[in-house]
């Protein structure tokens, strides 16, 4: 398993388990079904530079889903630019990265998680979090390994910590970072006495 936990300013002192992230799309076209809505991002160049535009691809709800984003770029968009007698240019930037998986929890760990966060901090300050339109490098050791990605709320009005992580106000309240501490080490000790060599590995 690993583990991972972000401080959030925004919302209360609490532990919110997170299933998804990915990127915000600025103007939505939907592929498929509404339920899992993978979208591609639509940018115009202004006036001034060469008369194009430019489709910037946001991962989806589902590794399935970005493979089929994928694939259905490939056949829509030089069939729908021949329609307007433009050209097309498409690249995925292999060479540079891989493509983006989205960050989904693996609902045993998920829970694992969640009942450990819950036995420290009581039901009360336990919450599952919404999906969420961000990338997340974490992604990708949920590719290998069952994850569980979370995050550890330290907002506190006092002092100013409101803001998101990213944003140039965001201000840490350190004073809950002990709790987040003990969550990461209680988690490593109970997972080793569950899932540790003595489990099976359908356990896993």
Known sequence: MVSLMLVDAVSPPWFRSCSWMLYPPMVSLMLVDA???PMVSLMLVDAVSPPMVSLMVSPALSPTHLLHMRDRVNKVVPALADGFGC???????????????????????????KDVATSLLGSENVAEAE??????????????????????????ETIGSVH?????LFKLDEGVLYKGAALHATTAILFARQFGPSASKDEL
């Open 131 to 156: 999906v969420l339109m961000a990338g997340e490098d974490f992604s990708f050791f949920c590719q290998k390994v069952p994850c569980a990605f979370a995050f550890l709320g330290i907002r506190n």
């Open 35 to 37: 339920v899992s809505p």
């Open 164 to 168: 998101n992580l990213h944003n140039p």
């Open 87 to 113: 050209t097309t240019t498409i690249s995925w930037r292999l060479d540079e990265q891989p493509l983006y998986p989205p960050t989904v929890n693996d609902p045993t760990m998920a829970e694992f998680q």
